[in-house]
């Protein structure tokens, strides 16, 4: 079954720890993007991978950190430097098409609460 | 990439057509018209996208005008299951990974 897996579903944690989202792929996609929603807006872009061992900043970075040692796997760390990030948060992951349009595709997302 | 401005809501009757209008009256030669939607606490799914032509597939059809300035998504036959938040894109597609910059979208209800 092909897809794009984000793991959990829900996490908690306490304000001032690290936490790591999972994001999977089996797709073969090439790039891979971690974008953040609150309530009521839209997705904006924390980070994004073309390749392997290579990333860049989105339009909000700061507080957070990625890895790509991996094509099928780019995780996302929040950290305690996040100010505000109780959120939901979206991977996605694009291969590209014959005519140059890639396409992205969405994990289920993980709903992050930071009490 | 462009700016896009949708319908903040509309309603359709299950079993008939809904149209989704987006105006794109900015939209630049090389930049695509792409479709997501978001149903509550999912991730987005795609739809459906076209440059210049229409596009039609398992979900949906999608019809550009010919100036490219507006375009409409068209889910033939609506399920209580289509209701969701639809969002219209316009984007370059570049080589090193692009973002999707996500509007407010048309919140569709779909009614028995």
């Known amino acids: 079954d092909g897809g794009i897996t984000q793991s959990p579903k829900y996490l908690f944690r306490k304000e001032g720890q690290n936490v790591t989202l999972s994001c999977e792929q089996n797709l073969n996609h090439d790039a891979m993007y971690w974008y953040r929603q609150d309530p009521g807006q839209g997705l904006r872009l924390i980070y994004y991978?073309?390749?392997?061992?290579?990333?860049q900043k989105g339009d909000i970075a700061e507080g957070y950190s990625v890895s790509r040692e991996k094509k099928e796997s780019f995780p996302l760390t929040v950290t305690s430097a996040q100010k505000n990030p109780t959120a939901f948060y979206l991977c996605?992951?694009?291969?590209?098409?014959?005519?140059?349009?890639?396409?992205?595709?969405f994990g289920p997302g993980t709903r992050l609460t930071v009490l | 990439d462009a700016k896009t401005t949708q319908p903040t809501s509309m309603d359709c009757a299950e079993g008939r057509a809904a149209n989704l209008p987006c105006n794109h009256s900015?939209?630049?030669?090389?930049?695509?018209v792409y479709w997501y939607r978001q149903i509550h606490s999912q991730g987005p799914q795609y739809i459906i996208h076209?440059?210049?032509n229409n596009e039609t597939n398992e979900m949906a059809s999608l019809i550009i005008t010919e100036d490219r300035k507006s375009s409409t998504l068209i889910l033939p036959h609506a399920t209580l299951r289509d209701t969701a938040v639809y969002y219209c894109?316009?984007?370059?597609?570049?080589?090193?990974?692009?973002?999707?910059?996500f509007g407010e979208g048309t919140q569709l209800t779909v009614n028995p």
């Open positions: 894109i316009v984007r370059v597609a570049e080589t090193s990974g692009s973002r999707l910059t």
């Open positions: 900015t939209i630049s030669g090389n930049e695509y």
């Open positions: 076209g440059l210049k």
């Open positions: 996605a992951s694009s291969p590209r098409d014959s005519q140059g349009a890639d396409t992205q595709y």
């Open positions: 991978s073309q390749i392997v061992n290579d990333f």
